[in-house]
């Protein structure tokens, strides 16, 4: 079993930055490839991004490339997420997620474990 808890998320301006962290244990860190989603009210959970188990390789949705970045510390068993430029439509609910797999996807279901979850509201 996996536990993975999310910190960081507030609320901030439009053009501020956050860094989301999600601290992961229960098992070998780096045996795990990890993601972060995001739900908004009334919308389905979306993909945002996802790196590979040692960090060699990352995924990003369009709507978020250039703006916010992940990266991992095997050591400290933490994955982040940079978030830069922020925009009002980043508001949502941010989900770390857990894959038993080498292979970055973009798919909810494809995924094994989930945290529970931290708010980020950016004001306009």
């Known amino acids: 079993q996996v536990q993975l808890v999310e910190s960081g998320g507030a609320l901030v301006q439009a053009g501020g930055s956050l860094r989301l962290s999600c601290a992961a244990s229960?098992?070998?860190?780096?045996?795990?490839?990890m993601g972060w989603f995001r739900q908004a009210p009334g919308k389905e959970r979306e993909f945002v991004a996802a790196?590979?188990?040692?960090?060699?390789?990352?995924s990003y949705a369009d709507s978020v490339k250039g703006r916010l970045t992940i990266s991992r510390d095997n050591v400290k068993n933490t994955v982040y997420l940079q978030m830069n430029s922020l925009k009002p439509e980043d508001t949502a609910v941010y989900y770390c997620?857990?894959?038993?797999?080498?292979?970055?996807?973009?798919?909810?279901?494809?995924?094994?474990?989930w945290g529970q979850g931290t708010q980020v509201t950016v004001s306009s």
């Open positions: 229960g098992r070998t860190f780096s045996s795990l490839a």
């Open positions: 790196i590979s188990r040692l960090g060699r390789y990352t």
């Open positions: 997620a857990a894959r038993l797999s080498s292979t970055l996807r973009v798919v909810p279901d494809e995924y094994d474990y």
